[in-house]
């Protein structure tokens, strides 16, 4: 028999109200979703359709108001604070719009700062940090700080600090938001590269040149998933 692999992910059933004002806003409405080890996922949708809520979710910033979320087979819906902590620390690795690096450090410290949280030793934290770097095409920028780079070297920067916590998954921001069409394309590139690596990768964008270049594509609106092809 031919051992079918267990979903990384597994939401069933997810909804997310916000009570803002006496008014209810449904974020997130009835999604079941399933996403297995190595996957390269763009979530896409108009603005409001409910993203970033989904996001926030799947990356343990941000709890369901019914229904489940399962992360390795354990379900997280009602995991402690301390234990969302952990797992945001160890479990994924995060990639905004915004770089978010410290403007003071070089690259290379600012990709080893998620080392620095985990308790990873000096030596083995500035090892890691440069292969990281490396592996986004940046080996010859470990000194340079942020104000040095480029925009789409200062988010390879912040991808690498993603991928140095060998974390389960990795979620991008509308990662290319903020670069120009070329810039973007590299970026693209680089995460494709590490998804054929074995990288789980969710990406959440609304260009649709971007999300056409990504094997699955989960589409929201108001809410809901209303495709998944």
Same mark, same amino acid.
Request: net charge neutral; aromatic share 4%.
């Given at each position: 028999?031919?051992?079918?692999?267990?979903?990384?992910?597994?939401?069933?059933?997810?909804?997310?109200?916000?009570?803002?004002?006496? +008014?209810?806003?449904?974020?997130?409405?009835?999604?079941?979703?399933?996403?297995?080890?190595?996957?390269?996922? *763009?979530?896409?949708?108009?603005?409001?359709?409910?993203?970033?809520?989904?996001?926030?979710?799947?990356?343990?910033?941000?709890?369901?108001?019914?229904?489940?979320?399962?992360?390795?087979?354990?379900?997280?819906?009602? #995991?402690?604070?301390?234990?969302?902590?952990?797992?945001?620390?160890? *479990?994924?690795?995060?990639?905004?719009?915004?770089?978010?690096?410290?403007?003071?450090?070089?690259?290379?410290?600012?990709?080893?700062?998620?080392?620095?949280?985990?308790?990873?030793?000096?030596?083995?934290?500035?090892?890691?940090?440069?292969? #990281?770097?490396? /592996?986004?095409?940046?080996?010859?920028?470990?000194?340079?700080?942020?104000?040095?780079?480029?925009?789409?070297?200062?988010? /390879?920067? #912040?991808?690498?600090?993603a991928v140095v916590k060998d974390a389960s998954?990795?979620?991008?921001?509308?990662?290319?938001?903020?670069?120009?069409?070329?810039?973007?394309?590299? +970026?693209?590139?680089?995460? #494709?590269?590490?998804?054929?690596?074995?990288?789980?990768? +969710? +990406?959440?964008?609304?260009?649709?040149?971007?999300?056409?270049?990504?094997?699955?594509?989960? /589409?929201?609106?108001?809410? /809901?998933?209303? *495709?998944?092809?």
């Amino acid at each position: 028999k031919r051992m079918v692999a267990q979903p990384l992910i597994a939401l069933s059933h997810a909804s997310r109200h916000f009570h803002l004002g006496g +008014i209810t806003v449904q974020a997130l409405e009835d999604v079941s979703v399933s996403i297995k080890p190595g996957e390269f996922i *763009a979530v896409t949708g108009p603005s409001g359709s409910g993203k970033s809520t989904l996001l926030n979710t799947l990356g343990f910033l941000d709890r369901l108001s019914s229904g489940h979320y399962r992360f390795g087979g354990n379900d997280v819906s009602h #995991a402690t604070d301390h234990d969302l902590v952990h797992l945001r620390r160890h *479990a994924v690795g995060f990639v905004f719009q915004q770089f978010y690096l410290l403007p003071r450090l070089s690259a290379q410290d600012n990709v080893e700062v998620p080392l620095i949280y985990q308790g990873i030793p000096r030596t083995e934290r500035h090892e890691r940090s440069r292969q #990281a770097l490396e /592996r986004v095409g940046l080996g010859q920028r470990l000194k340079h700080q942020p104000n040095e780079l480029s925009g789409g070297e200062q988010q /390879r920067v #912040a991808i690498a600090r993603a991928v140095v916590k060998d974390a389960s998954f990795i979620l991008a921001d509308e990662p290319t938001g903020n670069l120009d069409s070329s810039s973007g394309r590299e +970026i693209v590139d680089v995460l #494709a590269e590490l998804n054929r690596e074995g990288r789980t990768i +969710i +990406i959440v964008t609304h260009d649709a040149t971007i999300a056409d270049r990504v094997p699955r594509r989960l /589409r929201l609106l108001d809410g /809901r998933v209303v *495709a998944d092809e």
